[in-house]
């Protein structure tokens, strides 16, 4: 019989700890306990709620205790006080079993499963309680009574009724839409063959295709059965039509069970099955194979020939030596037969009957399905009703946007990626001859004002298929980084975008400093081999902001620049900061608004013009003087060609458009009706090259009227917060925080941030100056984090980045560092660590590096070689540059912890370690970062799976195994200091591990000290506290003093390197060989050493590296974690 006390004391760490929950129970006299732990979503684990329920059972006055969340009971009480805390709680009946499992458990309510089995019925569903108690698996065949009778049977009616339909089906299709497929968005659906035409058409809808996108249908995948596994590659599909398919699959449903395995076998032996016209007549000439299901192999065959068909009378005794193996297989090689699963098929040679032509007519009309269904059209009437809703208005205003215009989509009819290409280029070929109509050009640079980052093929295809669209992002875009999705039945826009792949290649080795090819001992080239990255490109579909809904997306558009010209005094100083040549205003006759001087080498402007028309003209002449400017000094056969004068106006003026169409300018007196004329018969290549140029030269002049703004905007709002008073510390304080909207990149941009200057309107009111006066509150930037595709991953594994982006005054969001590049749930999965604090962007990259660098040595199908250097530290000092004897005789081992990777790269064949000494002492590569291979290196070579570690020795490589050998994992206990911690919910060993450490080992935060100096890690069971302060930072000059004192010994004015006479001796008594330089140096060292001596007697330098050794072996412990924190 067991006391309360006694109970108390073997539970009493888990009530101190306040992590467990401890159920205290009587049974008889004698009490009981047992500790339970809640699930992550702090509820019950199902088998911890029964054993609950049983405790409850045997004593109903149970209770449940924690020493964190329950009173009476606390960390630092004695066992008595911790006894009377529970007796006091069982006495009064608190916390009892019943509420704690109420209170978390993670079933549901009676009330939902009711509403649960209402929709259900409605569906016309069976339902059943099951799946909602204790995880229980679902018998379907044995009644419980968790569902009544009428849904027991209803259940057992709708599994015939699917078992009938999967008999029914032969094989089955997957449907899907090009558009979704393009752009990345998982699905599809299966259609099961025969079918019929509402099956049909209910696929086609679920995947978005109708009769005004017939063009996106296409077969998507191919699926056998298991009383139909006849294999044929999915090609053979995809080229037939559905009706040739239903045909077939009707055809199969006909056929007897012999037939099936004859018509699969015969598909295996391939005589006809390579295009559904031979399937279909296949299916209706069975009668021309022969198909032998017992026989599997060669001697199968020869036995079913002798034994069974009689082929040869032989006698029993002769039987016992006949080789019936070689016999059945010369009568395979003469049938033309084949073993498959079914058995031995073979054609017998009866007459094969084409019943089927191909023809569509051929086809039996009961059998034909393909049509498209109609696209959902709004009801007139309710449409005519939302429009006259009361509280709208009627009336637009001019300045309303229009309704958005359909995309008209380039139908592709290639199947592979390089041909869809080819296609579009044609297309864009056609375009350009098409587009040379005054209207149809002005779409063209609308376009480009919007798209001017877009490559001159891209802006093209986008006015060619939706002229007015603004924004534009993929399918997978528009939902992740925008929080916007596609409506349902929106085409997409095609364009082309990069896909380039890498390869490795060998090529000539080049000389670094003369830049010609290296010669080898051969005379011929050295080459090496390298990666060498391929353009390449594909088709991809983009969709217009106006083609989704969902997030409001904040103001990203330029500001426009209306009336007499909002801040025109800004605009112009901008165009002049662009404008490479000087800007000045004249009188100018003949009506002439400006011109641009050829041989001065500047622009002149008509004076008394209005600020609209002098900007239009302003940005004219400066396109006139990027564009067509030549050197009037250089001789003639120097100068550059110069395009005709007609050709440059056109040029100039298709710039200056698209500029003022970009910031928002009045454009409506622009007219292109020449520029048919100016087109008609000029070559497509000549075409194409003044389109670019205009792109380009629009492209950049914005770019930089941009970046000036932005300059000019910065310097005022400098100037207007250097003239305001500072506010007080307590005015800080109280002032609210305002939250920045987060902005997305603007896709025509491609991450480039537009300025949006505040308007300086003339004409304000003082009280309205007086406001604009008053002092802004502080802009502190926050950043952001999101997870985007990576338009360059190559695989999988870096298919998407993790990347950083600052809020900007103007409410915009500027690109920051890109954090990671992996896999979509590792991204996320940093994404959130960064966001509840557990990770800074310094572990997020320090995370990238590792991953960078264990993929750069992780190469296990090929021989390569690794070059480990020791790191830098104090800690490492002794060990650096050492012999290997040297390094023993002092304790010390080759540990791999002391070292970092510093080069990984393929081992050629042949390559020696004396090689790769050679190598990285002469001629080092590139991209190599370290110092000269030296002594106390290692190098890792990997050969045939194997892995093999030298130490440079000062003599030769010494095999170094245990270089290699894993380090033991490090456990909270190993390191713990001794020191407890306090904090509000318990007591706590302090253990020297780091964060980074423990949370190796598989613990987790779980709170901090009050006074912020510990962090309190847990895992599940036990916690540990770990110093919550960053190491402190070393000196950067360190390194330098390190690297300088061993090469020059004149860093700090101490040689404290160079070795002594005495220790060059012990070298030479130890058959070492040394430099007389080196001699000469220790000699001279002595001599300063003995002038520099003070009185008292000093240590040598071996006592002082001895002294230093102990005492850094002292605190290996403690300083080892500290290093491990500091990296």
Known sequence: ??????????????????????????????????????????????????????????????????????????????LDELTAGVRYHYENSMNDIDGFIGAHDDRLPPEVIEEARATAHEAGLPFSENPYRDGEDFNPYVFDGSMSIEDFELM??????????????????????????ETGEPGGVWLPMPTTTQQLHAAMESVGITADNPQDFFINGFANTEQQPFDVPLAVIQSAGIDELNYLGKLLEMQSDEDRDKFTAAVTLGERAGNIKDLINLAQNLDCYWLYPTVQSEEDYGYYLIDELDELELPEEAKKYFMYEEYGRDAAINDGGRFTDQGYI??????FTEWYNGRESDIPKEYKVMSFPQAERPDPSKVEMDAAAPGQRTAQSAEQPQEPRPVIPIVLTSEKPAEKLKEITDRLEQGITELFDSERYKEYLRVMSKFHNYSFNNTLLIAMQKPDASLVAGFSAWKNNFGRNVMKGQKGIKIIAPSPFKIRQEVEKIDPHTQKPIIGKDGKPVTEEKEIKIPAYKVVSVFDVSQTEGKELPDIAVDELTGDVDRYKDFFAALEKTSPVPIAFENIEGGSHGYYHLEDKRIA?????????????????????????IDLNAPKDEQQPRVDRRTREVEAESVAY?????????????????????????????????????????????????????????????????????????????????????APEKADTAGKEKPEPEADAPGKSGAQEKADAAPKEAFTPETIYRVRRNPYGDSRENSYLLQAYVTQENGRAKMGDVLFAGTPEKCRELMGQLKSGELTEGDVKQLYAKAQETAKTAEPDKDTFSIYQIK??????????????????????????????????????????????????????????????????????????????????????????????????????????????????????????????????GYGFHHQSDDGKYLIMGNGTRA???????????????????TVEQNDNNFDGIINNTPTVDELEAKVKAGETISLVDLANAVKADKERVKGAKPEKKPSIRAQLRADKEKAQKKNAKQKSQDLERS
Request: charged fraction near 30%.
């Open 1 to 78: 019989m067991a006391s309360l006390r006694d109970t108390v004391k073997d539970y009493q760490d888990e009530l101190r700890d306040g992590i467990a929950w401890v159920a205290f129970w009587k049974q008889g006299r004698s009490w009981n306990a047992e500790y339970f732990h809640l699930d992550m979503d702090d509820t019950l684990y199902p088998e911890d709620r029964s054993r609950l329920e049983e405790i409850k059972s045997t004593d109903p006055a149970a209770v449940i205790l924690n020493g964190y969340y329950c009173g009476h009971l606390g960390e630092d009480m004695s």
């Open 346 to 351: 073979y054609n017998n040679k009866n007459t």
């Open 605 to 629: 402007i008509n004076e008394g013009m209005s600020e609209l028309q002098t900007l239009k003209t302003t940005i004219h002449e400066i396109a006139h003087a990027k564009l067509h400017d």
């Open 156 to 181: 057992h009616r709708m599994m015939e009724q699917e078992r009938r339909e999967k008999m029914s089906e032969q094989f089955s299709i997957l449907i899907d839409s090009r558009t979704r497929f």
């Open 658 to 742: 698209t500029v003022c169409q970009h910031y928002g300018l009045d454009t409506s007196d622009y007219s292109f009706g020449y520029v048919a004329g100016w087109s008609s018969g000029r070559e497509l290549s000549e075409l194409k090259s003044s389109l670019e140029t205009i792109r380009s030269a629009a492209a950049e002049i914005i770019n930089s009227i941009d970046e000036n703004l932005a300059e000019l905007q910065k310097a005022q709002d400098k100037e207007q917060t250097a003239g305001q008073e500072q506010p007080t510390r307590e005015e800080q304080a109280a002032a609210p925080e305002q939250p920045q909207p987060e």
């Open 872 to 1001: 830098g530290g104090d800690e490492t000092r002794d060990l650096r540059f050492e012999p290997y004897d040297r390094l023993q005789a002092a304790g010390n081992v080759v540990d791999r912890a002391n070292y970092e990777l510093v080069y990984s790269a393929p081992l050629a064949p042949g390559t020696s370690l004396e090689d790769i000494y050679t190598r990285f002492n002469i001629d080092h590569p590139k991209d190599f970062k370290g110092h000269s291979l030296s002594v106390s290196d290692v190098v890792v070579l990997h050969q045939d799976g194997q892995d093999a570690a030298h130490y440079v020795d000062s003599a030769g490589f010494r095999q170094v195994p245990e270089f290699l050998q894993e380090q033991k994992q490090l456990t909270p206990d190993d390191l713990e200091t001794g020191e407890t911690v306090k904090t509000s919910r318990g007591t706590f060993h302090v253990t020297a591990m780091s964060r980074e450490q423990i949370e190796a080992a």
């Open 1024 to 1042: 540990f506290a770990v110093a919550a302060e960053q190491p402190e930072k070393a000196n950067p000059l360190k390194h330098v003093e390190d």
